[in-house]
């Protein structure tokens, strides 16, 4: 019997962004550009609120990019590079990072920081078929071609 939790290994014939909590701002080969807002205040907090759990870019969310240009392959998160590799061979398919905290270096710790995922389905020329964000266990945003 198999298991009903497990991860689809057939990608659906359905296409589009599926995301309640990220916005796919721009899109090119080999690149992905992701805003993510918190899901229990939506992409703008009222007035005297505090701090989201994405940190204090919460107005305009947490910006997330994916780059494999030219062999070189980074994730950015709110301009801060987490993750790099140069992939000369293959291109990583799967990408695993921390996503830092907006707090000031005296106040952060190890504990304020999130974990992120990335996973990537390559089809024919190296075009993206499928890329979906995870933040800690939860996936943000799923684009399917």
């Given at each position: ?5 497990s991860?689809?290994?057939n990608?659906?014939?359905e296409?589009g ?10 899109s ?14 939506g992409?703008?907090p009222?007035a ?5 759990e ?11 990019t ?6 070189w392959?980074r994730v ?6 987490v ?11 799967e990408?695993?990072f ?6 000031s ?5 190890a504990?304020?920081e999130r ?6 389905d ?11 964000v995870?933040?800690?266990a939860?996936?943000i ?5």
């Amino acid at each position: 019997m198999p298991n009903p939790y497990s991860a689809a290994t057939n990608i659906p014939s359905e296409q589009g962004i599926f995301a309640e909590s990220a916005d796919l701002l721009r899109s090119a080969f080999l690149y992905r550009m992701i805003r993510v807002h918190d899901p229990n205040q939506g992409s703008s907090p009222a007035a005297g609120e505090t701090e989201s759990e994405f940190g204090n870019a919460s107005r305009n969310g947490t910006l997330i990019t994916y780059s494999g240009w030219w062999f070189w392959q980074r994730v950015v998160v709110d301009n801060r590079r987490v993750w790099s590799k140069v992939s000369w061979v293959a291109l990583n398919r799967e990408i695993t990072f921390r996503i830092p905290s907006t707090e000031s270096s005296a106040q952060r710790s190890a504990a304020d920081e999130r974990s992120g995922r990335i996973e990537i389905d390559f089809g024919p020329g190296l075009r993206i078929r499928r890329f979906r964000v995870w933040v800690d266990a939860e996936i943000i945003f799923d684009e399917i071609k």
